[in-house]
């Protein structure tokens, strides 16, 4: 297994319109994170899951926004329609392990321009 | 609500040379975990080191080492002996040893690090 996988990413898109993005772990981790990088700041935290189960959401997931991890394998995250305020990196990590032993390994992000 | 902050928006360094890189955070519990976690230009950030808040001894991975001062809230990177590739955006990072905020982390803005040869 090489590592997290993300895709698209890129994505382009006129405001009002849906996007989806997809995140495949690592096998066998069994929580995986979405966070939202906006130029020149740090990740923000959006929801995670683990296995199946999404166990928490950020405030910042606004009704627009909603994610899944059907079977507890890979993740995707939708926005409807789309805002420019929405343009941003959307990063994925998965992780194993309980405490300070769990390591969290990031995908290379989707970055989104709403036009 | 916890708070990272990174006061450094840029640093350099020659290479070779050591540089230190600052984050303070804010929190209210006593039990956590802090990070560093290092995002080269257009690829995936990845952990450069962890630090467990109950631990007193500072963590040290080759030429990563930290400064945790608990009190303080306070957990600085040194990077010894910089070379051309430690060039990257480093970030700060707090998560909470409570099972409700597991694997939540808070990241702070990022310090932009150029390596000068």
């Known amino acids: 297994d090489t590592g997290v996988s993300q895709d698209p990413r890129h994505k382009i898109t006129k405001r009002g319109q849906n996007v989806t993005f997809r995140c495949d772990p690592i096998?066998?981790?069994?929580?995986l994170y979405w966070y939202r990088q906006t130029l020149g700041q740090g990740p923000e935290f959006l929801t995670y899951f683990q296995n199946e189960a999404q166990l928490e959401k950020s405030r910042l997931l606004s009704d627009r926004f909603s994610a899944e991890r059907p079977k507890g394998s890979f993740s995707t995250l939708e926005i409807q329609r789309t805002e420019q305020g929405d343009s941003a990196m959307y990063l994925c990590a998965s992780s194993f392990g309980q405490g300070a032993q769990e390591t969290q390994y990031f995908g290379p992000g989707t970055r989104l321009l709403v036009l | 609500a916890q708070t990272v902050t990174q006061s450094q928006p840029e640093m350099s360094v020659q290479e070779a040379e050591t540089v230190t890189l600052s984050c303070t955070y804010d929190?209210?519990?006593?039990?956590?975990?802090l990070f560093w976690y290092k995002q080269p230009p257009s690829r995936q950030m990845i952990l450069v080191i962890r630090?467990?808040?109950?631990?007193?001894q500072n963590a040290t991975e080759n030429r990563f080492s930290v400064n945790f001062q608990k009190a303080a809230k306070s957990f600085s990177l040194k990077i010894s002996d910089s070379q051309l590739g430690d060039a990257a955006m480093y970030f700060c990072?707090?998560?909470?040893?409570?099972?409700?905020?597991?694997?939540?982390?808070?990241f702070g803005d990022g310090t932009t690090l150029t390596v000068k040869p």
């Open positions: 096998s066998e981790h069994n929580r």
């Open positions: 990072a707090y998560r909470s040893a409570r099972n409700t905020n597991a694997g939540k982390s808070t």
């Open positions: 630090q467990e808040a109950y631990k007193q």
């Open positions: 929190t209210s519990e006593s039990d956590y975990y």
